[in-house]
Structures are given as C-alpha cells and as structure tokens.
C-alpha cells in the first residue's frame, strides 16, 4: 500500500522560499511517476511540478518556471519541491502524487495515489 507524507507546508511572506517533502513508503520509488499538485481555495487542484523517468525528466506549470525546482532522492523514498519568491498566488494546498511509470504526467487523474496535503500560506 502506496503512502505519501507531505511537511514543510507554513507561512511565509511574499519573496521568501519554502522547501515541501514528501515521504513514500509502500512502492519502488525510481519506478514511480512523482507530481506536485496545488489547490488553491475555490480552485480545482491543477499540477505545478513533474518529476520521472531514469534521467528525472521535468515539467513545470509556467507561473511556477524559474521559481519552484522538483526533485527526489530515490534511495530516502522523498520528494521535494523547493520554492523560491513566493507569491501571495502561490497560497494554497500542496499535494504530492505517485502513479507506477516513466512518463511525465500532468493531470490529476492520471495519478492513483495521494498524500494528505501541506497547507501553504504566502502574505503580502
């Protein structure tokens, strides 16, 4: 059973960085298609970040490009998001996704399992 913890979600003002982990258990994580999703309120969750494949291809949504940098470390089971020069548009729930596979995917329901979501607020 696929489990993944996310943390590092707060407060934090306009211009400043946050760094969100995920932590999965119950998978091969190297064999794992891995995503950042954020729902920001009254909004559906659309995906920011993309991570797969043997050479950790990448996709980013364009608001974030330049700013948020996805990676993982295969052999602590974690994923990251490192978010630099928030913006108060950035505020929302953060979620990380996990479906089997080596292909960049970006819809939601292209993904099967789900973490619980870290809160993140950016004030201006």
């Known amino acids: 059973q696929v489990q993944l913890v996310e943390s590092g979600g707060g407060l934090v003002q306009a211009g400043g960085s946050l760094t969100l982990s995920c932590a999965a258990s119950?998978?091969?994580?190297?064999?794992?298609?891995m995503a950042w999703f954020r729902q920001a309120p009254g909004k559906e969750r659309t995906s920011i970040a993309a991570i797969a494949g043997p050479y950790d291809s990448t996709y980013y949504e364009t608001s974030v490009q330049g700013r948020f940098t996805i990676s993982r470390d295969n052999a602590a089971n974690i994923l990251y998001l490192r978010m630099n020069s928030l913006k108060p548009e950035d505020t929302g729930v953060y979620y990380c996704?996990?479906?089997?596979?080596?292909?960049?995917?970006?819809?939601?329901?292209?993904?099967?399992?789900w973490g619980q979501g870290t809160q993140v607020i950016v004030s201006s």
């Open positions: 996704a996990a479906e089997r596979g080596l292909v960049i995917a970006t819809t939601a329901a292209s993904y099967r399992d």
């Open positions: 119950g998978l091969t994580f190297s064999e794992y298609s």
